[in-house]
T-cell receptor, first 115, second 113 residues
Framework: GAVVSQHPSRVICKSGTSVKIECRSLDFQATTMFWYRQFPKQSLMLMATSNEGSKATYEQGVEKDKFLINHASLTLSTLTVTSAHPEDSSFYIC???????????FGPGTRLTVL | SQKIEQNSEALNIQEGKTATLTCNYTNYSPAYLQWYRQDPGRGPVFLLLIRENEKEKRKERLKVTFDTTLKQSLFHITASQPADSATYLCALGDQTGANNLFFGTGTRLTVIP
């Protein structure tokens, strides 16, 4: 149980375009999902907390207009990187938490490369 | 702000030995601590959770200790195997708000056959 999927696993795009990443909880309903970014040899940094049916909560320093989060259902959250630039190239990972539980279960990650 | 340090960036051990990884933290009083395994290019995989009122947790060849006085957690893998080679992350959390997790930078473990 507790499987989280992400799509796509890898994306290469041109500077200035927008990219959407999907995060799905496959066998449980997640009222809360989290989006992280990880640079090489660095820790996971929380970008935002996504709550089903309400606005996401962004961490300090994360531009909400650049990283759009939509948690439209209990099993799906999307992260859209708008007007991507090379410095946005990173490994983006989502996680989901089973309601009433503490543990976060992570997706396999999405490698974004902006040319 | 909280600071989480994992003792070494890389650790090499011989197959069959016990690997011990350390996680130290400051400026924080977590309600629980979790250990994850991360393989290259993959998301973290949950291994164990230990709460602040627990001293030790075990799962198969894994053992975690949590000392809130020392502000330290130790993660042990006994009878290590080459398949245990990965990066291991500790993550601290509390039960306020959204239960956010704060991650250490990880220790890359290599088990040598």
């Amino acid at each position: 149980g507790a499987v989280v999927s992400q799509h796509p696993s890898r994306v290469i795009c041109k500077s200035g375009t927008s990219v959407k990443i999907e995060c799905r909880s496959l066998d449980f309903q997640a009222t809360t999902m989290f989006w992280y970014r990880q640079f090489p040899k660095q820790s996971l940094m929380l970008m935002a907390t996504s709550n089903e049916g309400s606005k996401a909560t962004y961490e300090q320093g994360v531009e909400k207009d650049k990283f759009l989060i939509n948690h439209a259902s209990l099993t799906l959250s999307t992260l859209t990187v708008t007007s991507a630039h090379p410095e946005d190239s990173s490994f983006y990972i989502c996680s989901a938490r089973d309601p009433g539980a503490i543990t976060q279960y992570f997706g396999p990650g999405t490698r974004l490369t902006v040319l | 702000s909280q600071k989480i340090e994992q003792n070494s960036e890389a650790l090499n051990i011989q197959e069959g030995k016990t690997a011990t990884l350390t996680c130290n933290y400051t400026n924080y009083s977590p309600a629980y601590l979790q250990w994850y395994r991360q393989d290259p290019g993959r998301g973290p995989v949950f291994l164990l959770l230990i709460r602040e009122n627990e001293k030790e947790k075990r799962k198969e060849r894994l053992k975690v200790t949590f000392d809130t006085t020392l502000k330290q957690s130790l993660f042990h893998i006994t009878a290590s195997q080459p398949a245990d080679s990965a990066t291991y992350l500790c993550a601290l959390g509390d039960q306020t708000g959204a239960n956010n997790l704060f991650f250490g930078t990880g220790t890359r473990l290599t088990v040598i056959p």
